[in-house]
């Protein structure tokens, strides 16, 4: 069990509700029809949570997905610790559809990954790190590069805020790597500069893989104090994607109507 901040709570408030929002488009891609539907998600965990404040369970992101009521034909998984992946096996052991798990750090299984992704189907993916540290472009593509594939991409401000002067050189390297591009260097200085960043990461999703950017709003996810802690960032090559993250991205679950 992965001991987490209430924030997480939201996080996977809003994930329900995406993979909740997204059955009806995703139906017409699950049998008879040929072409499939994969959750991806390559920082798995677990697969439960504990709230470390209320002491509260909750499922963890792959059996939030595995119990959609318009399910998916495959969930493919990557997970690094060994703990992690003993409680991940036996949580997903009953699965009513197949579950890849592959053990190891996702950037450098990113090919195992791809290879279990129905081509032609309607996917989504989640990318999840505990850090910036995680996160690679590279990987991020690998995935982008698919037909029909919606990302949500974990993306740590607060992080990003606390250390991008303080450990300029760690995080110059950690950001270029991040984002795939050194472009954001002229546009973002100083910590008050971070959410451009997310826009530099739309855009590249958007000139090298077709992704549409403008509509689709991030879900800053604040910890107690109010303070965003990161970004989750909603992609789609599909205007009905954007829709539908932008209705559910309205309300959060503590009822706060505006997320900006
Ligand atoms: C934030 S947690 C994931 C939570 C999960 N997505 C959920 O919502 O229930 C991040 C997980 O990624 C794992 N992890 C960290 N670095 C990794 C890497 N390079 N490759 C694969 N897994 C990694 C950690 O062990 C941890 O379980």
């Not at 139906?27 to 991806?40: E, T, V």
């Not at 791809?114 to 996917?123: H, R, S, V």
């Not at 954001?184 to 893989?209: C, I, N």
Request: hydrophobic letters at 40%; glycine letters at 8%.
């Amino acid at each position: 069990m992965q001991c987490v901040g209430s924030w997480s709570r939201e996080k996977h408030d809003l994930l329900r509700r995406y993979l909740s929002a997204s059955g009806g488009p995703r139906r017409r891609y699950l049998p008879p029809a040929p072409g499939g539907a994969a959750f991806i998600d390559i920082f798995a965990g677990p697969g439960r949570a504990r709230i470390r404040t209320t002491g509260a369970l909750e499922d963890g992101s792959p059996l939030l997905a595995l119990k959609q009521p318009v399910g998916f034909t495959r969930l493919v998984l990557c997970e690094i610790e060994p703990e992690n992946l003993d409680s991940l096996r036996r949580r997903v052991a009953g699965a009513q559809v197949p579950v890849s798990i592959l053990e190891g750090d996702c950037n450098d299984r990113i090919a195992d990954v791809a290879a279990a992704i129905p081509q032609w189907g309607l996917n989504v993916a989640l990318v999840d790190p505990y850090s910036l540290e995680g996160l690679s472009f590279d990987t991020i593509a690998t995935l982008a590069r698919f037909k029909r594939m919606d990302l949500v991409v974990f993306f740590p401000v607060a992080e990003i805020k606390r250390n991008l002067e303080r450990n300029r050189v760690t995080y110059t390297a950690l950001l270029d790597r991040a984002l795939g591009t050194d472009e954001w260097q002229r546009t973002v200085a100083r910590k008050g500069d971070v959410l451009k960043l997310v826009e530099v990461f739309r855009r590249q999703l958007q000139e090298r893989f077709g992704y549409t950017t403008a509509r689709a709003r991030t879900a800053p996810i604040k910890n107690d104090k109010n303070v965003p802690l990161y970004h989750l960032v909603f992609a789609s090559k599909h205007a009905l994607g954007d829709k539908i993250w932008e209705s559910i991205t309205r309300r959060t679950v503590g009822g706060q109507g505006e997320l900006f």
